[in-house]
């Protein structure tokens, strides 16, 4: 059985960082594309960052780029997301998620193209 866990969230006053981290287990990913999405109240899920299982494919939403890093992959069986100048509008729950059986490097932003998820964590940023 798949399990995605993710560890990092918190409380974090605006300007601050916070590293998000997932381990996946219960099985090797040879070929897949591991993502952090965030969902606010009342918004859909929405990706922020992905990589490729090779590491040299990544995406970054336009609201975090410049901001945030997305590193490791499947080939370590684990993904970080380095979140920096934190704003107020990142809050919300953050999950990693794995787009498994991929053929190719290609990154799909759509919540319902991945096929593992963690349980999430919560990302609060306070002016």
């Known amino acids: 059985q798949v399990q995605l866990v993710e560890s990092g969230g918190g409380l974090v006053q605006a300007g601050g960082s916070l590293r998000l981290s997932c381990a996946a287990s219960?099985?090797?990913?040879?070929?897949?594309?591991m993502g952090w999405f965030r969902q606010a109240p009342g918004k859909e899920r929405d990706l922020v960052a992905a990589?490729?299982?090779?590491?040299?494919?990544?995406y970054y939403a336009d609201s975090v780029k410049g901001r945030c890093t997305i590193s490791g992959g499947t080939a370590k069986n684990t993904v970080y997301l380095q979140m920096n100048s934190l704003k107020s509008e990142d809050t919300a729950v953050y999950y990693c998620?794995?787009?498994?059986?991929?053929?190719?490097?290609?990154?799909?932003?759509?919540?319902?193209?991945?096929?593992?998820w963690g349980q999430g964590t919560q990302v609060t940023v306070s002016s």
């Open positions: 998620a794995v787009d498994a059986f991929r053929s190719t490097s290609t990154i799909r932003t759509s919540p319902t193209e991945y096929d593992y």
């Open positions: 219960g099985r090797t990913f040879s070929r897949a594309v």
């Open positions: 990589i490729s299982w090779s590491g040299d494919n990544t």
